[in-house]
């Protein structure tokens, strides 16, 4: 199978900024060669998911991706990081930034970041800050990290009042997404990666909702061409609305779709593993389309449809079933004041007209989204 190649570019930006995303098979063996351009005579720090080891009995895709940045740069380092959200606070932050120093980093030196969407997230962050910002490279191990996270610069961490609500907009050099890194990864972790592919299709994408109806057999037995068909339209459609959007100031929005249920969600899960984000991704898009009809602004039919599809991929659709969340629909509402999307005291949600018709609704009636969440969760 061909490699594929995608170039983000940021058109409005004076210096015409843009990285290429790179999805394939055996990609990872001749990492130090593709990224040698940015590796070669600097100090390199590879922040890895500590799910990786350099034994080479461990898993082999992480030894030899090693071994060929090595061998294309005498000056490297390695920091292990703790996969699962409960790694993305200010602790395991300063402790990452404090090492990075340690091993006397300058101004260009350059960060790898090798893992999932929180080792993405965090070393991310810490690349935008350490220094007043070093660059960074992503190498995304988790199907969520290589359709979503590991492409439109956004990093942070969690605070104690909420999901992501610390972190800046840092762009990589470049992504490199191997799909074969994904055979070791849980089940479980693959169908939440799962949940964020299919939101794409909700967001604008009726052809490739259809699709995914379609291929959702050939998906799930990790048919790779059917992969990297995936990763690479989910990278194609967020790169088009994040080219245009960088810092959310408007459309780059609807990439939340779902997520202000969903993080409010994780928020109750303590992010202890109880319930992981593609799952409260599922649920809060699951809720987001209830709300539209709800509201009379979607199709019951739709909404149906849309939950029929995330059963199939094997993800949660309701929040009744995480009832050890102890969800209250009053402290639902509490939470929902915490999201960054909301401006001057109105919330804002992502709804849908239909599959494939998202839109930004930025004064949502408070009466309203009560009784609709009481009915949803404490009925
Ligand atoms: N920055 C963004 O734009 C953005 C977008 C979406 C999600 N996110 C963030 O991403 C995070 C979720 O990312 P995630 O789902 O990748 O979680 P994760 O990074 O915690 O990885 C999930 C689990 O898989 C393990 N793992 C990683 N790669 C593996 C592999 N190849 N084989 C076996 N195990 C492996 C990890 O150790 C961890 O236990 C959340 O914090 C979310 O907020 C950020
Ligand atoms: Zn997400």
Redesign the pocket.
């Known amino acids: 199978m061909k490699p594929t190649t995608l170039n983000i570019s940021f058109s409005k930006d004076i210096n015409k900024r843009s990285y290429d995303i790179q999805i394939g098979t055996n990609l990872l063996a001749n990492a130090g060669l593709i990224l040698r351009k940015f590796i070669e005579n600097r100090k390199v720090i590879v922040i890895h998911?500590?799910?990786?080891s350099l034994n080479e009995n461990d898993?082999e895709y992480f030894y030899k991706f090693a071994k060929s940045i090595e061998a294309n740069c005498k000056n490297i380092f390695f920091i292990s990081v703790?996969?699962?959200?409960k790694?993305?606070n200010i602790i395991e932050f300063n402790e990452i930034i404090e090492k990075m120093l340690s091993f006397e980093i300058d101004r260009e030196s350059l960060v790898i970041a090798f893992?999932?969407?929180?080792?993405?997230?965090i070393a991310?962050f810490a690349s935008s800050v350490v220094l007043r910002g070093i660059n960074f490279i992503q190498v995304?191990?988790?199907?969520?990290?290589q359709v979503?996270?590991s492409?439109?610069g956004?990093?942070?961490i969690?605070s104690k009042m909420g999901?992501?609500l610390i972190g800046a907009f840092h762009q990589p050099l470049v992504v490199i997404s191997d799909i074969n890194?994904?055979?070791?990864?849980?089940k479980r972790?693959f169908y939440?990666?799962l949940a964020?592919v299919i939101k794409y299709g909700l967001i604008n994408d009726i052809d490739f909702f259809e699709w995914l109806e379609k291929e959702c057999e050939q998906i799930l037995i990790y048919n790779p061409s059917k992969l990297q068909t995936i990763i690479t339209k989910s990278c194609e459609i967020k790169a088009e609305i994040v080219k245009n959007d960088e810092k959310e100031i408007g459309q780059r929005a609807l990439l939340n779709l779902g997520h202000t249920f969903a993080h409010a969600i994780e928020y109750f899960g303590n992010y202890d593993g109880r319930i992981?984000?593609?799952e409260a991704v599922s649920i809060g898009i699951c809720l987001a389309f209830k709300f539209s009809s709800f509201l009379g602004l979607c199709d019951d039919t739709d909404t149906k449809r849309v939950i029929t599809l995330f059963n199939r991929f094997k993800l949660p659709t309701s929040v009744k079933g995480f009832k050890k969340l102890h969800l209250s629909s009053t402290e639902m509402m509490e939470r929902f004041k915490f999201d960054k999307k909301n401006k001057r005291n109105q919330l804002t949600f992502i709804l849908n007209n239909s599959i494939g018709k998202s839109f930004i609704h930025n004064n949502v009636d408070v009466e309203n989204l009560t009784q609709f969440l009481d009915k949803e969760i404490n009925a």
């Open positions: 998911d500590n799910y990786f898993n703790r996969g699962g959200d790694t993305k893992g999932g969407g929180v080792v993405g997230d991310g995304p191990t988790t199907l969520l990290s979503d996270s492409v439109g956004k990093t942070g969690n999901k992501n890194i994904l055979e070791s990864l849980p972790e939440a990666g964020e992981i984000h593609g």
